[in-house]
């Protein structure tokens, strides 16, 4: 069992940057791939970020690429999310989660809201 906290969310302006947090429990952080959703009000939740078990490895989908970056500090059981260039459209609840198997992911966290807005 993973439990996940979310933190570092915030209201921020256009252009803006922030930096989410994602502190996980237990002893075996290192031993799983983690990943960054969003979802919008009205909309379903979307694929953010991944970052492989020693951090070699990262996607982004493509809204993202080239102004967030995901990373990981496994001595301190934490991923992270820099957000720069904020815009209006990443207004959302930021969660995180455990790669479980090849795709899935699991033990979703609380979520930390992120608005965009001047």
């Known amino acids: 069992q993973v439990q996940l906290v979310e933190s570092g969310g915030g209201l921020v302006q256009p252009g803006g940057s922030l930096r989410l947090s994602c502190a996980a429990s237990g002893r075996t952080f290192s031993t799983y791939a983690m990943a960054w959703f969003r979802q919008a009000p009205g909309k379903e939740r979307e694929f953010v970020a991944a970052?492989?078990?020693?951090?070699?490895?990262?996607s982004y989908t493509n809204s993202v690429k080239g102004r967030f970056t995901i990373s990981r500090d496994n001595t301190k059981n934490t991923v992270y999310l820099q957000m720069n260039s904020l815009k209006p459209e990443d207004t959302a609840v930021y969660y995180c989660?455990?790669?479980?198997?090849?795709?899935?992911?699991?033990?979703w966290g609380q979520g930390t809201q992120v608005t965009v807005s001047s």
């Open positions: 989660a455990v790669e479980i198997a090849a795709g899935k992911y699991d033990y």
């Open positions: 970052i492989s078990r020693s951090g070699g490895m990262r």
